[in-house]
C-alpha cells in the first residue's frame, strides 16, 4: 500500500489503543519470503515512544474484555509453566491483565508501558506492578522471567526481531514467550482489505500465521504454536470499527442504546493470533 497520511486526521487518539480506525497508514510493502506486511521506512524510535507517550486513553471496559480473551486463550501455556513467579508484559496498557496473573498465582508481575495516560488510568491494585517507558533488554537480567507477554504490541515496533530475541535471552530455560497480533490473512480484514481497522499509522508491522511463526523460529523458540482465537466486546465497540460514515455509526449505537443492546457482548473472530514460543531447556 502507498503512504496515506492526513495530517488533519492525526490527534490525541492516533496512538492510543483500541481507537475508531483512521485508515492512514504508512507505505507498506510484503515480504516473499517470510509474508510478513512490514514499514519499510518507519520514523524514528524516539518519535514513535514520543507519540505513544502523550497519547490519551479511553478503552478501560475494552481493555478489560480483551484480558479476559488473552486469559481464556493463554491458560494452555501457563499450565506447561515449572513455575508462575516472574512474569513481564511488554505493552502492560492499565495492568489489567497482569492483575489477572496475578490472581492465577504469579507473585512478581512487571509491566512496561510508554502511555503515561494509561498508567494514570490503572487501577491502584496494578499500578505497583507499571513502569513508564518503552522495553530495552538492558533493565532485566538475563533468565529472570517465566512468562514474557506482548499483547499487540510487536507491530508497532520498527523490528520485531530485537524484541523476540532480547525476550528469549530474559527467559528462564522452559519460560513461555506468548504475543497477540492481528492476522492480515485472515477472512475479516482479506474482506475489508484497505478499509480494515489493522491499516493504521501505529502499524509498522502486520503478521500473518506464516510470518508470526517464522519469527519465533528465527528468534530460537520451540513448541510454536499459532492459534486465532475470538475476542469478546460490546456492540457499541465492534461498530466503532466498522469503515461506516461517522452519521451510520452515530444512528446504530443510538438505536442500539435505546433498546439496551450497546452493551451486549458479543464474541467475534476477528482473525487475531496467539503465538507461543518456549525457551529451550
Given at each position: ?140 537480567l538475563p533468565d529472570s ?120 457482548k458479543v464474541s467475534i ?13
Open positions: 500500500m502507498e503512504r496515506s497520511i492526513d495530517p488533519k486526521k492525526m490527534s490525541n487518539f492516533s496512538f492510543a489503543s483500541r481507537k475508531e480506525p483512521e485508515f492512514m497508514c504508512h507505505q507498506l510493502l510484503r515480504c516473499m519470503t517470510c509474508d510478513l506486511v512490514y514499514v519499510d521506512q518507519p520514523p524514528p524510535e524516539a518519535e514513535l515512544a514520543n507519540a505513544y507517550h502523550v497519547a490519551d486513553y479511553d478503552s478501560e471496559a475494552e481493555a478489560i474484555d480483551a484480558a479476559k480473551a488473552y486469559m481464556c486463550a493463554i491458560q494452555p501455556t501457563i499450565k506447561t509453566l515449572k513455575q508462575r513467579k516472574d512474569v513481564l508484559e511488554i505493552g502492560a496498557g492499565t495492568g489489567i491483565f497482569l492483575d489477572q496473573l496475578a490472581s492465577s498465582g504469579f507473585v512478581n508481575p512487571i509491566g512496561i508501558e510508554p502511555s503515561a495516560a494509561a498508567i494514570a488510568a490503572a487501577p491502584e491494585s496494578a499500578r505497583a506492578w507499571l513502569r513508564k517507558g518503552i522495553f530495552r533488554e538492558a533493565d532485566y522471567f517465566d512468562l514474557i507477554c506482548c499483547f499487540m504490541t510487536l507491530e508497532h515496533v520498527p523490528d520485531p526481531t530485537i524484541i523476540a530475541s532480547a525476550c528469549n535471552r530474559l527467559l528462564r530455560p522452559g519460560g513461555a514467550f506468548v504475543t497477540v497480533t492481528h492476522d492480515y490473512r485472515s477472512k475479516v480484514n482479506r474482506i475489508f482489505g484497505r478499509r480494515s481497522p489493522i491499516i493504521d499509522i501505529e502499524h509498522m508491522q502486520l503478521f500473518s500465521q506464516t510470518s508470526i511463526r517464522q519469527l519465533l523460529e528465527r528468534t530460537g523458540y520451540t513448541d510454536i504454536r499459532v492459534n486465532p482465537f475470538a475476542n469478546a466486546y460490546a456492540l457499541r465497540y465492534w461498530l466503532r470499527l466498522l469503515p461506516i460514515p461517522p452519521g451510520a455509526k452515530y444512528f446504530f449505537c443510538s438505536a442500539l442504546a435505546r433498546v439496551g443492546l450497546d452493551r451486549m473472530n476477528v482473525g487475531n493470533l496467539m503465538a507461543t514460543g518456549m525457551k529451550r531447556e
